[in-house]
């Protein structure tokens, strides 16, 4: 059973949705004659008391993208559903166990929030013409809380493509949300429920921010939005509270931000570069000092520009590949998966404090066995990981990725590597 091709979605963006179902395979169901689609604001209510809608029976052999006809749906609403069929004997089913789905903010006056972020094109590196290549962004806010949580929502989006945590928990695993739309037209935002990892007292947020698609060297600069302005992020936690209050954590001049994290570059066409010796333990916590950092930019919503639900699913990882060749060329190591893919390295190699990994990716071998890359044109799909410390490290690049079918470890090649692609 799903609602628009989803089951049971979160943060869903259409009000006048449809539903669709699968007919059991029975010997007494050969075809479906008829059906009923029930769906009530609590699931209490159902079968008996649908309060937001009761097709009553349709005669259809219809199973697929059937319209919701009920009452006007809002941000927000949570609608439970049910559906019942008669089988070419005119039978009717028992009712379908509940599903349900949940709105998430519609219309961009449902946002309190502001654009926040810090100004990175004025220590941006100057690529070509007025193309600016953004340093990530590391922007967190504290918030306390005097009541326990029932339920909290985080609605975000950004400018950029970011990761997000709550009290030192990653709240997904999604890869380089919101992911790309006309950034002057329509930015698509994301609905997590993040009520476990909300705590009475004391809690934090923290986003660490990229250009993705939104600036730096896609379409070679030519896009019909400004490209050369800092990424941001849009944040809006909603909370209800257990005496029944609500509470907003907005996105706002409160946040604060650094861009002297171990992030120090990450570009879409030519990779990430991770300094290990800037890390900050614990950035995402309550147990962290911000005194240091810089008060972010806001900037209040564009209303010409539509905030709206992710119309689709968001990117996950998918599978993980090991290598099928393994061979050492000029110094380098390359690993040949044996097939193309998009997707990221994961690595676990042992280094010395200040060493330099660097490792660089091609989708085939020039016929002396050496990398191909001329069809990558400028883009350097290069990751580098500088080492902090003595021992194994284990890195995976977080906020771009590259098409590929093979790469190189080179510099500082130890002997013994273990690593596995996802």
Known sequence: MLSEGFENPLGFYDDEPTFS?????KDDVVGQLAYQIIAASNPDALPDNPDLWDSKKQVSE????????????????????QVRYWNQNDEVSNWSAVQNFELGLLNNKDWQAKWVGLDTAK??????????????????????LSNDVTSARLYITAKGVFDVSVNGENV???VMPPGFTTYDKRIETITYDVSDLIESGQNTIGVELASGWHSGRLLWGNTPWDNTMSPKILCQLELQMKDGSKEIIISDESWKGITDGPLQFAEIYDGEIYN??????????????????TSVEAVSIDNDVKLEPKRHSTVKGKIKLTPKDVTKINGAVIFDLKQNMVGVPLVKVP?????TLKI??????????????KNYRSAHSTDYYIAAKDGDITYMPSLPFTGLGMWNLADSIPQ???LKIG
């Open 21 to 25: 179902w699968q007919l059991p395979v």
């Open 62 to 81: 219809q199973s697929t993208w059937i319209k919701y006809e009920g009452e006007p749906l809002k941000s927000r609403q949570k609608v439970y559903w």
């Open 123 to 144: 220590d941006s590196v100057r690529w070509r013409g007025k193309i600016l290549i953004h340093k990530p962004q590391y922007l967190r806010k504290g918030f306390e």
């Open 172 to 174: 997904s695993d999604d």
């Open 276 to 293: 290990a010796n800037l890390e900050m333990p614990n950035w995402t916590t309550n147990n962290f000092d911000d005194k240091n950092w």
């Open 351 to 355: 280094m010395k404090k200040g060493d």
């Open 360 to 373: 660089r990716f091609a989708e085939m071998l020039s016929p002396d066995g050496s990398f191909y890359t």
């Open 416 to 418: 013994k590597i273990l």
